[in-house]
């Protein structure tokens, strides 16, 4: 798996070099909106990185610096960010149809599943508070590439100390479900990566897992829904090419979740700490080049 990460690395270097030698200089107008092909590389790049822990905030800010992308506002993010939403409800499609039943028919559902949605309504609380408060500030900041490289060196640090989880025998309680949204809060930051601080969260606490990647993404459908909602209201006359991002978004994230749980069932989730490593360094070092 590290062998793989460090390859995948290595890959990114030209991707770098490319954007450091020929994205445009500080001063020249980028491209408003992205063409056709510019929306497919954008919306498989969010999907792959949505539930992959690499930071998918992170690698869009940098996949639009590379493709000289501009937009005004978060338009793009908006629609990409559904993508990935549909693909988890498409994933877990069974499992959130039984949380609701438990919910709506608790003679007919399970008990475990009506504690689950109690956990997960613990588990949103800390990235809802802190999206209310900050949701400003962090318009602000997300396009800066530097934090986002820097953020990425730290999701390393996060994802490598899951090497040193043994335990696994905890269940989710109101205590951990909290810890474990607190970490989700903290990925609003480009650069932090939801999946992995969540799950992170979750090994380091003695869960599963499988059980943890599994509350992280049930924590997504209410987290992405939630961050975007507002953002709807605002959105019209969107390009075609939009469009096209959400739906390579929504086929590319479906398959990252299918990925992801193979690789959690080896407990190699820390092998991704190098790409992390990998592309934040070589981002940081891009910018120096370029400035």
Not at 75 to 97: D, S
Not at 135 to 143: A, D, G, S, T
Request: one cysteine or more; charged letters at 15%; a positive charge.
């Amino acid at each position: 798996m590290a062998r793989k990460t460090l390859l995948v690395t290595i890959i990114a270097l030209p991707l770098l070099a490319v954007w450091a030698l020929a994205s445009p200089p500080q001063g020249e107008q980028a491209n408003t909106n992205p063409s056709l092909l510019q929306g497919i590389i954008l919306g498989t790049v969010q999907g792959l990185t949505e539930f992959l822990p690499i930071s998918s905030s992170g690698h869009l800010v940098l996949a639009e610096k590379i493709l000289g992308v501009r937009q005004r506002g978060l338009g793009l993010e908006v629609l990409v960010h559904l993508g990935t939403w549909l693909a988890v409800i498409l994933y877990f499609r069974r499992k959130i149809w039984e949380i609701i039943r438990a919910f709506i028919y608790p003679s007919k559902g399970d008990k475990g599943d009506r504690r689950l949605f109690l956990y997960l309504v613990i588990g949103s609380f800390p990235a809802g508070i802190v999206g209310l408060l900050l949701r400003n500030p962090i318009e602000k900041i997300f396009h800066n590439p530097y934090l986002v490289s820097g953020m990425l060196l730290v999701t390393g640090f996060i994802l490598f100390s899951t090497k040193f989880s043994r335990r696994r025998t905890a269940t989710l309680s109101p205590t951990n479900s909290l810890l474990i949204g607190t970490a989700q809060a903290f990925a609003i930051l480009p650069g932090i990566s939801r999946s992995g601080t969540t799950i992170s969260a979750g090994l380091l606490q003695g869960i599963d897992g499988e059980k943890s990647a599994e509350f992280s993404f049930l924590l997504a459908v209410i987290a992405i829904l939630g961050a975007n909602l507002l953002e709807l209201r605002g959105l019209n006359q969107l390009p075609f090419s939009y469009i096209i991002a959400a739906l390579f978004s929504l086929g590319s994230g479906y398959l990252a979740i299918v990925y992801l749980l193979r690789v959690i069932r080896k407990g190699k989730l820390w092998g991704f700490s190098y790409y992390c490593w990998g592309v934040g360094i070589l981002g940081l070092i891009a910018l120096g080049i370029r400035h």
